[in-house]
């Protein structure tokens, strides 16, 4: 079957508003260095994701690497985080020459276990960076209570959860900063992007420097930074898509909740479930195959791409043990994060995903 079904598939504006949006860059010739698009589109984010303070960036990985930096956390500090996450944030610690500690997860849905966060505290303890895993929120009262207790810094790595609220409130305000990612396989994409939320000007100033070079002036170069500023092809692309973006939330709401109803009476299929406090952006469709289910998570993942239908292991295996960090740090029990890897598949999930496809994974997962 040539019908290739992939993970997900990237919103697009229509092609004819995007090239009209996109001429004014030929009269202007400003592609980048933060120009007029580049600061309109962080407005606008900023007044969506109402954040106090947001800086655009280059992508999602340079947004948590910046967003670390500017703290100027001493070199070979320990820094608590979760190993079921995508491998960026686990680099983004170590390229800042910080020491990951791994937390296990919780099963319900796979975002840190804030139970387990302070027994891990040590005195070279200095930050905690917690994941909202497929957009699921963390326990941000109690990570901020442990937080403020300890002295300690909070960087969400919100890269799956743009446009979540938790309490009516949006997800970025929450610890000291949180980042979020726009890559083309994100519900809102800017083709490459991201940015760093954060509650003080400061903060904003440092970042600006930060993807600039360090630059201050043009002989002035105050501290070593990167070039993680995003382009005005790629900040027009997020301002043609955020003016869909509720749309096409509602859009996923639809699917997720066909791919709920379709599922839930299969044995050993198993979901996480939404919190009533959180206000989701139905990010990705991750379930659970469970020990008495028929098939393997392994086994349905190629069963799935025998029949042209990619499906992905999201997040398998842990970064603790990828070949570049394994046996390299804290040997701390995760059994629940290795169990919630071992069994974790997401399904093929976007906004304009037909319904004789998701009929299609049903019927495989049901024949299995």
């Known amino acids: 079957m040539d019908d290739k ?19 004014p ?5 400003w592609l980048t260095n933060m120009g007029k698009y580049h600061r309109e589109l962080e ?12 800086s655009l960036m280059v992508n999602g990985h340079m947004a948590l690497e910046l967003a670390i930096q500017a703290f100027g956390f001493p070199e070979g500090s320990e820094v608590i985080t979760t190993p079921f996450t995508f491998i960026s944030t686990t680099h983004a610690i170590v390229r800042n020459r910080l020491q990951p500690v791994f937390c296990d997860v919780k099963e319900s849905d796979g975002t840190i276990d804030e139970t387990k966060i302070e027994d891990l505290i040590t005195e070279n303890t200095v930050a905690i960076i917690p994941v909202h895993v497929y957009g699921n929120a963390c326990n941000v009262e109690v990570i901020q209570k442990i937080a403020d207790q300890y002295n300690l810094k909070v960087i969400y790595d919100a890269a799956h959860a ?8 949006g997800i970025g305000n929450y610890g000291d900063a949180s980042i979020f ?11 490459e992007g991201g940015a760093v939320a954060v509650n003080e ?16 002036g043009e ?8 070039n993680a500023k995003m382009n005005e092809l790629c900040a027009i692309m997020g301002l043609c898509n955020l003016r869909y973006i509720n749309d096409t939330l509602e859009e996923r709401r639809k699917r997720y909740d066909f791919y709920i109803k379709s599922l839930k009476d299969i044995r050993g299929i198993k979901t996480f479930v939404k919190s009533k406090e959180i206000s989701s952006n139905y990010a990705y469709f991750p379930v659970l195959i469970e020990d008495d289910c028929w098939i393997t998570r392994d086994q349905l993942y190629d069963k799935l791409k025998e029949n042209n239908i990619y499906a992905r292991k999201y997040f398998f295996p842990l970064t603790s043990d990828q070949i570049c960090f394994k046996d390299k ?13 071992s069994q974790i598949i997401c399904l093929p999930f976007f906004d304009t995903m037909e319904e004789e496809q998701m009929t299609r994974i049903i019927n495989i997962i049901k024949q299995s």
Not at 25 to 29: C, E, G, M, V
Not at 43 to 54: C, Q
Not at 181 to 191: G, L
């Open 181 to 191: 990612s726009f890559h083309a396989t994100k519900v809102y994409n800017t083709i």
């Open 162 to 169: 743009f446009g979540v609220k938790y309490k009516g409130k």
């Open 25 to 29: 860059l030929w009269d202007s010739h």
């Open 201 to 216: 000007h400061k903060y904003y100033e440092k970042l600006y420097n930060l993807k600039n070079f360090g630059i201050q």
């Open 329 to 341: 740090y804290k040997k701390i029990c995760l059994k629940k994060a290795r169990r919630l890897s």
């Open 219 to 226: 002989e002035s170069v105050t501290e070593v930074g990167a």
């Open 5 to 23: 079904i992939l993970v997900t598939r990237s919103s697009m504006p229509p092609y004819e508003e995007y090239i009209e949006a996109i001429k």
């Open 43 to 54: 407005e606008k984010l900023r007044e969506y994701l109402d954040v106090p303070e947001l």
